[in-house]
């Protein structure tokens, strides 16, 4: 995924796909500059941000090279690199400055605000002006260490003639320390070292919690097509075999796969038969029969006989990189979700530079004089700092996500609680969602000797059945037995010697790949039945969603025998044997009718529908790609956490208005009263930090918002 892909456009021209890291995205404004900046390009038929990933996909003639469209988002003031050239380990970096730049300024501000409580205790003469050197000697390496992101965020937007938030934080920040180095340097009464630092670490604070969220989500669409076989072992004209890596394979090759083995691209088998588990791309649990002729695909696993395959699709063409674009694809449209923080913050860079330099002008002609006039407007700028604002959200947002963690459910993005507040309808996938997702047999027939051995047994091997009996086995109690000899057969099962008796564990006679096993000790033998049981308390996770005014249907890509016998059982609707771009088709025909759709499924086929539902939940037996594409995660056998969800996004946003009521009524008190010159700097600062603490204390009354 991270290559150029080259494709078709409706005329016949070959295009091609490249996709760019954009770091310094910040807001829904960003995403609209970059989509239609980008779009106006000669060559570019379309550009796509996926806000989450902070990355940008351009669709364009493949004689704009990267270089040109690098520079295109220089000049919309964005600092870009191909995701090639980024790799997954650098992902966090942004996180990482933020952090150490917090630590900086935390540290400054606490020896800058231990100097300065002398000069508010009344020191004068030579001791005033010894702390305010001192304290310009910490603030400025810390102020210009710690205001990075901001200053190079600022300087980019004003360099194409642009702006955003962070050049009003900028001129702020600047024109007080300034001032404060005026001030020292003039023997002045007043120096405001600390109102720009205390101004950066609250603001820092806000950034790194809300990068922190992110962070989560940039896993890339790389641990998906790592679930392909690495390398195949391809058969030569004299009948040798020769290991070849994954990208060296070309169709028409033969492989030969054996049991056990993932595998590394698709194909059709020309000799062989058994079972395969498919469930990663199909997210049905019981093992696929295949034989003779029959499609296999990149990502499955071999589970008996070995198989000869013809390779009929590599790399970028087999299934399971087709779903991998879909779920990219999938993503890019979900995240032009606009944030409540991103709403509220459109009108704020301007509102902030109008009233602080009509402070200015003001005051200048009232005859206040340069200084005193820049005081003040310096009042205005730290006073409307967005603190207050920039915690709102994300205070709130890693208080709920903390308490969600535990009991079970990790939210992974941070908007992802305010999509969920606002759902009003959930769709289900069938196996390992609503189900367990894990084979389990009836073990009501076996006396305590059987179960014993069938324990000892079942442990040794990893098939799908032999997993779901241990579990069975172990849940029940059952201590094993201790056997010896221990054998396990491709395509037949486990046999061991146990008290000098022949013991195994082996499939029935008939279909190789129905839901049953058999085991033999000596002479005597059971057969056990598996199914897929629900999960116990899926009648009342539904009564809950419904209760909170929210339909749930299944949307499966399970066979339908199966999935209707689900659908009757918990009442719901069902539609079945659907294909993930069915599914998508399907969540788009519901976004049309006004809903708000959340997805909660498991299956490699579930993930372009996790990536496009308003909001998406799966669980943490889904495959990599399902979690990666999914906005939460929950564990354990239990699905009342989706319900929990729920409950929680929508307590959390009542507390996030309210902290944006405080905010704004912060705002409408003391905005007044430095544009009449009644604020200094330093009591401009105190008063932003005290707000912020307030929507703080706020936000942490969600810790018992899951209990």
């Excluded at 210009?144 to 200053?151: E, I, K, N, T, V």
């Excluded at 395509?491 to 049953?516: C, E, F, H, K, V």
Aim: glycine share 8%; proline share 4%; net charge neutral.
């Amino acid at each position: 995924m991270n290559a150029p892909v080259i494709s078709n456009d409706k005329a016949g021209f070959a295009l091609t796909d490249t996709r760019f890291t954009v770091p310094g995205m910040r807001c829904a404004g960003c995403i609209a500059k970059i989509e239609r900046g980008l779009s106006e390009l000669d060559g570019v038929e379309a550009a796509r941000v996926n806000f989450s990933n902070k990355r940008v996909a351009v669709h364009h003639d493949p004689r704009l090279g990267e270089d040109d469209l690098v520079e295109a988002l220089r000049r919309l003031g964005f600092e870009a690199q191909a995701v090639a050239a980024n790799p997954l380990a650098q992902d966090d970096r942004e996180l990482k400055q933020l952090l150490r730049s917090l630590a900086v300024a935390g540290f400054g501000m606490m020896n800058i605000m231990l100097l300065s409580i002398s000069v508010w205790a009344g020191a004068g003469g030579a001791t005033r002006e010894m702390f305010h050197w001192l304290s310009g000697l910490i603030a400025l390496p810390v102020i210009l260490y710690a205001g990075r992101p901001f200053f190079s965020s600022a300087w980019m937007a004003l360099r194409y003639r642009r702006t955003n938030m962070d050049v009003p934080i900028s001129i702020g920040v600047i024109l007080a320390t300034g001032l404060s180095l005026y001030e020292t340097a003039t023997g002045g009464a007043h120096a405001y070292f600390e109102s720009a630092v205390m101004l950066l670490f609250f603001l820092l604070a806000g950034r790194a919690l809300d990068a922190s969220m992110r962070s989560r989500t940039r896993a890339g669409i790389g641990a998906l097509l790592g679930r392909m076989g690495r390398s195949a072992s391809v058969i030569q004209p004299d009948g040798s075999t020769k290991r070849i890596e994954a990208d060296r394979l070309e169709p028409g090759m033969l492989m030969l796969v054996a049991a056990g083995e993932a595998l590394a691209a698709d194909g059709v088998i020309e000799q062989g038969q058994g079972a395969i588990d498919n469930s990663m791309l199909t997210g049905e649990s019981a093992p696929e029969a295949v034989h003779k002729g029959g499609m296999v695909h990149a990502g499955a696993i071999n589970l008996l006989d070995p198989l000869r395959v013809r390779i009929t699709a590599v790399a970028s063409d087999t299934v399971i990189a087709e779903v991998a674009r879909l779920m990219d694809e999938a993503g890019q449209s979900r995240s032009r979700y606009v944030r409540i923080a991103d709403r509220a913050s459109r009108l704020y860079a301007p509102a902030v530079h109008s009233l602080a330099a009509l402070a200015f002008v003001a005051w200048m002609i009232a005859g206040a004089g340069w200084h005193q006039s820049l005081v003040i407007a310096i009042a205005v700028l730290i006073i409307t700092c967005p603190c207050a604002l920039g915690l709102a959200v994300p205070a709130a947002q890693v208080v709920a996500s903390g308490a969600l963690i535990k009991r079970g459910l990790l939210v992974k993005d941070g908007s992802a609680l305010e999509r969920l507040a606002e759902v009003d309808v959930a769709l289900f996938d069938k196996t390992g969602t609503l189900t367990l997702g894990e084979p389990r047999p009836d073990i009501s027939a076996l006396n305590d000797e059987a179960r014993s051995v069938a324990l000892a047994l079942a442990q040794s091997s990893r098939h799908p059945l032999s997993r779901g009996l241990a579990h069975a086995l172990q849940a029940a109690g059952v201590t094993p037995a201790e056997i010896e000899d221990v054998r396990e057969e491709q395509g037949s099962g486990l046999t061991a010697r146990w008290q000098d008796r022949n013991i195994a564990l082996q499939r029935p006679d008939g279909d190789s790949a129905a839901m049953a096993t058999h085991l033999r000790i000596g002479d005597n033998g059971w057969t056990l039945d598996f199914s897929d049981p629900l999960r116990p308390d899926a009648q009342q996770t539904l009564d809950s969603l419904n209760g909170f005014g929210i339909s749930s249907r299944i949307l499966s890509g399970d066979r339908s025998e199966a999935v209707e016998q689900v659908a009757q059982r918990l009442g719901l609707n069902a539609r079945s044997a659907a294909k993930p771009q069915e599914k998508l088709d399907e969540l788009e025909a519901l976004k049309q009718e006004g809903h708000w759709p959340l997805m909660v499924g498991d299956g490699l086929n579930d993930g372009p529908a996790l990536a496009s539902a308003h909001a998406s939940i799966a669980p943490g037996t889904a495959s990599d790609a399902s979690q990666q594409a999914a906005d939460a995660v929950f564990i354990g056998e239990r699905l009342m956490p989706v319900a929990l969800a729920v409950q929680v996004a929508r307590r959390t946003m009542a507390i996030v208005r309210q902290n944006f009521r405080l905010a704004i009524g912060y705002n409408v008190l003391a905005v007044p009263l430095a544009l009449f010159g009644f604020v200094t700097p330093l009591i401009a600062a105190i008063a932003m930090s005290i707000s912020s603490l307030v929507v703080v204390g706020n936000s942490l009354r969600l810790a018992r918002a899951a209990r």
